[in-house]
């Protein structure tokens, strides 16, 4: 069965210093890739998506993530925290072709430093 | 706007009732889906529904029942059969094929 995991349960950075966020997807055919984020109490927002072409998929708030095949990785970038990125990240995979239903990881907690 | 709407925001059951959560989307949307998640275990399918009048088990339907009478609604009822309901409930629907939208959730809680 698929499976999605997200090494890291809790990640604290300083505001303004990089952030790398892992995710690693089991072995799928096609991998149809999200990243999702969430504050306290709400419901996900989509960061980006990657589907196929440029490995490396820019998103929104100034994130990017870049699909490695051969690491099976999504891993989930930002150069420069802002405290307003703390929250939860959920990276996802869809389960099928036919885009139903994702598997999704169990996240990570970002705390920000001021 | 377009969107969904999921109420209530928290709610309370007792041990042995049936509860239901609501969710509703003006987004025309042909699909839904109802997660549940916990912490540290990410989201788990419960229930979805790709057309009015179907809908198929997810992961961990058992405990739970759904309806769609309509296009815009899809409820979700947390049986008594459900041993462990407490947890935030997260509402979806699907336009395109990989145009999801999540509303804002519901918290229950057993009390």
């Known amino acids: 069965a698929q499976s999605v995991t997200q090494p890291d349960i809790h990640i604290t950075v300083s505001e303004g210093a990089s952030l790398e966020l892992r995710c690693n997807y089991s072995?799928?055919?096609?991998?149809?890739l999200f990243w999702y984020v969430q504050s306290p109490g709400q419901g996900l927002q989509l960061l980006l998506k990657?589907?196929?072409?440029?490995?490396l998929v820019q998103g929104i708030k100034g994130f990017e993530a870049e699909f490695k095949r051969s690491q099976s990785s999504f891993n989930l970038r930002k150069p420069s925290v802002h405290w307003s990125d703390a929250a939860e990240y959920f990276c996802?995979?869809?389960?099928?072709?036919?885009?139903?239903?994702?598997?999704f990881g169990p996240g990570t907690r970002l705390s920000v430093l001021p | 706007d377009g969107g969904i709407t999921q109420s209530p925001k928290y709610l309370f059951r007792k041990e042995g009732q049936n509860v239901t959560l609501s969710c509703e989307q003006n987004?025309?949307?042909?699909?839904m889906y109802w997660y549940r998640q916990d912490p540290g275990q990410g989201l788990r399918l419960i229930y979805y529904s790709q057309i009015v009048n179907d809908f198929q088990k997810g992961d961990i339907a058992e405990g739970y029942s759904v309806s769609r009478e309509k296009k815009e609604s899809f409820p979700l009822t947390v049986t008594s059969a459900q041993k462990n309901p407490t947890a935030f409930y997260l509402c979806?629907?699907?336009?395109?094929?990989?145009?999801?939208?999540f509303g804002s959730g519901t918290r229950l809680t057993v009390v």
């Open positions: 987004l025309n949307h042909d699909a």
């Open positions: 990657y589907f196929s072409g440029d490995t």
């Open positions: 072995y799928g055919a096609t991998p149809y």
């Open positions: 996802a995979d869809l389960r099928d072709n036919y885009g139903q239903n994702f598997v």
């Open positions: 979806a629907s699907r336009g395109t094929v990989y145009g999801y939208t």
